[in-house]
Nanobody
Framework: QAQLVESGGGLVQPGGSLRLSCAGSGLTLDRYHIGWFRQAPGKEREAVSCVSVDGTTYYADSVTGRFTVSRDNGKNTVFLQMNDLRPEDTAVYYC???????????????????WGQGTQVTVSS
């Protein structure tokens, strides 16, 4: 069964860093555009970043300059390096595979069909 598994979340102080991992099982991730989304309590799911099949990267304005998305195809894993974390980054973070080879708007959740279970990131002193 194809699935994505996120890991690497946790509790970190403001200004700290975390690296999230998104591992594919039954999926070869280098064949897919991979998106990262997050959802805070009481808020809608919002787009964070995306890495396309050719390695092009996209970021939400709120994380540009602080977050970096990358692939390790040998490990069938996509990473989200998060630096200079802020309390407003607190959320459950999800990765997802794009539904089609052509993606029109990487920030729209309907572009993606397979989602991981999420990993909690809490930024607090």
């Amino acid at each position: 069964q194809a699935q994505l598994v996120e890991s690497g979340g946790g509790l970190v102080q403001p200004g700290g860093s975390l690296r999230l991992s998104c591992a594919g099982s039954g999926l070869t991730l280098d064949r897919y555009h991979i998106g990262w989304f997050r959802q805070a309590p009481g808020k809608e799911r919002e787009a964070v970043s995306c890495v396309s099949v050719d390695g092009t990267t996209y970021y939400a304005d709120s994380v540009t300059g602080r977050f970096t998305v990358s692939r390790d195809n040998g490990k069938n894993t996509v990473f989200l390096q998060m630096n200079d974390l802020r309390p407003e980054d607190t959320a459950v973070y999800y990765c997802a595979t794009a539904r089609f080879a052509m993606i029109y708007d990487w920030s729209r959740h309907y572009e993606y069909d397979t989602w991981g279970q999420g990993t909690q990131v809490t930024v607090s002193s």
